[in-house]
């Protein structure tokens, strides 16, 4: 339905930094608890970090734990997700997506953006 929209995935080097961004409708994003998953081929897609309505409580994998940071604007409609000291393990496609009640629920995702870590 359009709601969600991911930007900032590319090509980086192992130990650099990226941000990605997400843009949300206000009719969503707003109502939703909003999350980042990641999918490499031949795996499952995981969560990688979730942030609640509010933005008070975020919750992270232990996989990325000190080194990706999820934050979101209300004001602006955005959802970002701050990625530091990348790994090739990181190597994924990223989505956005948004979650009903908090206990992925993911009733809204976004197209997708690649993120390729060269190590």
């Known amino acids: 339905q359009g709601r969600l929209k991911e930007s900032g995935g590319g090509l980086v080097q192992s130990g650099d930094s990226l941000r990605l961004s997400c843009a949300a409708s206000?009719?969503?994003?707003?109502?939703?608890?909003m999350g980042w998953l990641r999918q490499s081929p031949g795996k499952e897609r995981e969560v990688v970090a979730s942030?609640?309505?509010?933005?008070?409580?975020?919750w992270y994998d232990d996989s990325v734990k000190g080194r990706f940071f999820i934050s979101r604007d209300n004001a602006k409609d955005v959802v970002e997700l701050q990625m530091n000291s990348v790994k090739a393990e990181d190597t994924a496609v990223y989505f956005c997506?948004?979650?009903?009640?908090?206990?992925?629920?993911?009733?809204?995702w976004g197209q997708g953006t690649q993120v390729t870590v060269s190590s």
């Open positions: 206000t009719e969503t994003f707003e109502t939703y608890a």
């Open positions: 942030i609640s309505v509010s933005g008070d409580s975020r």
């Open positions: 997506a948004a979650d009903l009640l908090g206990d992925n629920s993911w009733v809204y």
